[in-house]
């Protein structure tokens, strides 16, 4: 009864069709990229305004109904999916919210709603003669308001920052309804806390992020980009220090790859090909950039690639000659998770320890997979430059049948892998938050203090609970 009343009612805010209940038309938004959760949001509701999901937010506080913010449904821990709880919870999906307000090219900003795509973000702020630099896997469904709620990461970290670095000013629905305006294009302002970095990151548990101000930059059109075989992961650490003295901040990406991993997406990539022969153990992506168009990129690359060689950091190196190798380099790397959903179950955890300590880490985890979990498949890919190692396992479907098999060796991995990150004083999740999958290994992990001031931030913002249960902290 109170739930018909309250679908009612949201009928009459967003329109008939805005509101669904059928499991035919739920079943995308309620199950997760990687298919692991199945939410249980009683109307998945699609407002195309800002006014529409104050109202909704209202009318939730009204019938004390939980709301779980959702983009493009490509988080990979689970935050975008209703978790079963005492009380009725309703998936607010901010996907028609996908205008773009204003482009300041003079002050190098972008003002767009939170349902962007960034692909979309990407090509106007191209047309515009300007770049936006955040680049992931899934750019062409993940949203602005999700990448900055999971303050994302990807390939272009240790040039540009994260998502936290991008971000200029917010405008947020909180969770009684109120709109807190922080909608600014400012560069500096030191007036007191910088609330909309509590925002970022905060996986919608502290409100609803409706449009974001994002930074500018000039483009950075003359690239180069090269595939690299080395020996291990100490010589790509040497690598990544040599460039960054020879280059200084043009590297724009630093991707590493065991070849377990390339085997993989050669495996399911659909006609990928591999630009090099495939004899080596680790390969490494590179790519670097200047808005100097004179400035030799593939020139410079060469040369550093060479002085590398001459030292045995590397033992082959293609580059690429036209922007189409360059892509097709790429791909092996963008392809990476999808190809693994398609190789079998896959455990992959998304840590971080100091660049230093990678070896060490890679070696310590390689050594206890080995020892400890039967038939897995080992891969490792990741963001080298920022530390964020994907520490990736696929199990075979002959040797783990059934999802309960999977689902135990799942949690020994991934506390294994969690183990020896913080024992480096590593982080548990270095980019894809914590969602629902990891809100018990951060009771575990984070320190006692961090979680209690945690949890004052969430009482202040969302006393009655109603955001995003189960996501970060335990319970409701
Ligand atoms: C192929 C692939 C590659 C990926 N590569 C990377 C990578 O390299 N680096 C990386 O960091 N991530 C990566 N991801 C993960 C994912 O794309 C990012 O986390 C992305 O930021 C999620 O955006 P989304 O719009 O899909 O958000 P969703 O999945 O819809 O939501 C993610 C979280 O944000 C919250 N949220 C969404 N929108 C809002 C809003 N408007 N207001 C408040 N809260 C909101 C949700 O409640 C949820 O907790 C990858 C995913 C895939 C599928």
Known sequence: MTSSLFLEQARAIVGEQRVLTDAHDTDIYQRDWRGRYKGSALAVILPASQSEVVAIVKLCNQFDFAIVPQGGNTGLVGGAVAKETSRPTILLNVSRLNRVIEIDTQNNSMTVEAGCILANVR????????????????????????????????????????????????????ADGTVWNGLRALRKDNTGYDLKQLFIGAEGTLGIITSVVLKLFPRVDNTATAMVALGGVSEAVDLLRMMQSTLGNRIE??????????????????????????????????????????????????????????????SDAVIATDQGKANRIWDLRHHVSECNKKAGFTVSN??????????????????????????????????M????????????????????????????????????????????????????????????????????????IKSVFDPKRLMNPGTIFVGA
């Not at 062409?140 to 390939?155: H, K, W």
């Not at 090099?276 to 690359?301: C, F, T």
């Open 123 to 174: 090509t106007i702020a191209e047309e515009n003669k300007r770049l936006f630099p955040m680049l992931l896997g899934s750019v062409g469904s993940c949203e602005i308001g999700g990448l900055v709620s999971t303050n994302a990461g990807g390939t272009g970290v240790l040039r540009w920052g994260n998502m936290r670095e991008l971000v200029l000013g917010l405008e947020v629905v909180l």
């Open 253 to 314: 990406a630093f991707e590493i790859m065991s070849r377990s991993q390339i085997e993989i997406v050669l495996a399911h990539g659909n006609g990928l090909t591999a630009p090099m022969s495939m004899d080596s153990l680790w390969y490494v992506l590179i790519e670097i950039a200047d808005s100097d168009k004179d400035w030799d990129a593939s020139g410079q690359l060469e040369a550093v690639l060479g002085q590398a060689m001459e030292q045995e950091l590397v």
């Open 350 to 383: 998304d840590t971080s320890v100091p660049i230093s300590k990678l070896p060490e880490f890679i070696d310590k985890v390689t050594a206890r997979i080995a020892a400890e979990i039967p038939a897995a498949t080992l891969c490792h890919v990741g963001h």
């Open 385 to 456: 430059g920022d530390g964020n190692i994907h520490e990736v396992v696929v199990l075979s479907r002959a040797a783990y049948p059934t999802p309960e098999a999977c689902e135990d060796v799942a949690a020994r991995v991934n506390l294994l892998v969690h183990e020896e990150s913080v024992a480096l004083n590593g982080s548990i999740s270095a980019e894809h938050g914590i969602g629902k999958m990891h809100v018990e290994r951060l009771v575990r992990f984070k320190p006692a203090l961090d979680l209690q001031l945690m949890q004052g």
